[in-house]
């Protein structure tokens, strides 16, 4: 009796496992905008900081967003529980703001170069400046990073959650649980990989002696090593509209709709149908991600102005 109790167990508990890879990798998936993104954000904070400092950075960093899943894993699984309603309205903000957040990164380009230009030109002199105090540098940029890490985090799970939020209660715990735990690892862990790069080239070249294989080797890293960083900003950037507008898509039945009217006549195409309604479907959810992103900067530029309006005459009044 026994053996076959820990049988049924053992089965269950497969069962529920099995549950939780599966739903881990659609919910990977779909947080796969948000995690390109933090990839990017994170190796470009740790920008700036001295060579023989970027890993106790990161790994500061790294404390500081487990520290962030602490707060908001057991916070979200609570709201799933007490106000399970509450969770697509949740997802949806969390697609609004990842098609802002590409939009703005997009403009911002455009519309103030300055900006980013000026920011280079502190973290150069920063680094030349002998007064500069590098530890209070460093602790702003931990701070910076850990802010940013907290608000990417959140969407993170939001999108998780909003995946299982039909499945079993343990299934949805585990779920969310591994998803904030590999994230964790696997961004800060490519990122102290990505901002360590150089130095593995230099040390091909150093080591290289006569021979050409390694520091050609070497060479190549050092050149890789900027276009690595470019390419993760820019396919952050598209996967931030690609899983904006999907998650906008499906929580708006009306738009749901007009696609699976688009994709219908993609679908019935021989052979090829099935890969055509995949780059369909991505090419609409893209280009609802860019529509809503390009509506919501002028919308919170405009609030931004109006609160930066208004501060000064509060403080005047007092």
Known sequence: MMATSLLVLLDDIAAVLDDVAAMTKVAAVRTAGVLGDDLALNAEQVSGVRADRELPVIWAVFKGSARNKFI?????????????????????????????EGFEKISSVFLHPEERV????????????PNVDMVTFEKEKIKGAIRTDFVLSAEIIVIALGTVQDAALITQILTVITIAALMTISVYGLVAGIVRLDDLGLHQIDSGGDSGSKKW??????????????????????????????????????????????????SELASIGSVLTILASMLLNGVLGII??????????????LVSVLRPSKKSEL
């Open 292 to 305: 809503v992103g390009g509506l919501l900067v002028p919308f919170v530029l405009s609030a931004s102005w």
């Open 217 to 266: 080797i070497g060479e190549q890293i050092l050149g890789f090593a900027p276009y690595l960083m470019k390419g993760l900003s820019i396919v952050g950037t598209a996967a931030m509209f690609l899983v904006g507008g999907g998650i906008l898509a499906h929580g708006i039945p009306e738009i749901l709709g007009l696609f699976e009217l688009i994709l219908h006549p993609i």
């Open 118 to 129: 000026a920011e280079k030109n502190k973290v150069l002199s920063a680094l030349r400046d």
């Open 72 to 100: 908001l894993v057991p916070s979200a699984l609570l709201l799933a529980t007490i106000a399970p309603w509450m969770i697509t309205p949740f997802l949806m903000l969390g697609g609004c703001y990842l098609c802002y």
